[in-house]
């Protein structure tokens, strides 16, 4: 299989992935918090809004730090396994 991308590949966008990465452990973070600490499934609730909601801005903000833009560019890696390794070099640089 060639490196690169070709026409018709499916990609992620590496920024929009640490926002949603942040989504995703923010809700579960303040939901699992919340119950520990109070024991009520109302405060889980509102932890699990609260964390995604914060999440989301973090992983916005480290997304945008990690993988910047520039004039329409963005960094993207292909869908699927094979392409873990390439992703992972492209957040280590």
């Known amino acids: 299989m060639p490196d690169g991308l070709n026409p018709g590949d499916k ?3 590496l920024a929009e992935a640490a926002r949603m990465a942040g989504i995703l452990a923010g809700a579960i973070a303040g939901s699992i918090g919340a119950w520990i600490s ?3 499934a109302f405060a889980s609730f509102v932890g699990f809004i609260g964390g ?4 989301a801005v973090i992983g916005m903000i480290l997304g945008k730090m990690i993988f910047p833009s520039s004039r329409g560019n963005i960094f993207v890696a292909k869908c ?8 992972l070099k492209a957040t280590s640089r």
Request: aromatic fraction near 0%; charge should be positive; glycine fraction near 22%.
């Open 11 to 13: 990609v992620v966008a």
């Open 38 to 40: 109070m024991h009520k």
């Open 52 to 55: 995604g909601i914060l999440g």
């Open 80 to 87: 699927g396994l094979g392409s873990l390794p390439l992703t």
